[in-house]
């Protein structure tokens, strides 16, 4: 197991009730794994709609996460 921290931005802190958490992750554990097994319930929306950042870089999907790892959850914002 490895510690992460995640971060929840606009709407996605009201859905967490929570701005930060720290977790422990299994090893090898990418951004999709995550979000299935921690974050998919709470959030209630599908992946495609969720941008995310590793240590304040822009972040794939198939990213593995390491230990001490700041993970970014953004949801999708709408301009006009």
């Given at each position: 197991?490895?510690?992460?921290?995640?971060?929840?931005?606009?709407?996605?802190?009201?859905?967490?009730?929570?701005?930060?958490?720290?977790?422990?992750?299994?090893?090898?554990?990418?951004?999709?794994?995550l979000y299935q097994a921690y974050l998919q319930a709470p959030l209630n929306a599908p992946l495609e709609q969720?941008?995310?950042?590793?240590?304040?870089?822009?972040?794939?999907?198939?990213?593995?996460?390491?230990?001490?790892?700041?993970?970014?959850?953004?949801?999708?914002?709408?301009?006009?």
């Open positions: 197991m490895i510690p992460i921290t995640v971060l929840f931005f606009s709407f996605a802190r009201e859905r967490m009730h929570r701005d930060r958490w720290s977790l422990q992750i299994k090893e090898g554990m990418d951004i999709e794994a969720w941008m995310f950042s590793v240590n304040q870089a822009w972040a794939p999907l198939h990213q593995v996460l390491r230990a001490g790892d700041e993970v970014g959850v953004i949801p999708p914002v709408s301009g006009g």
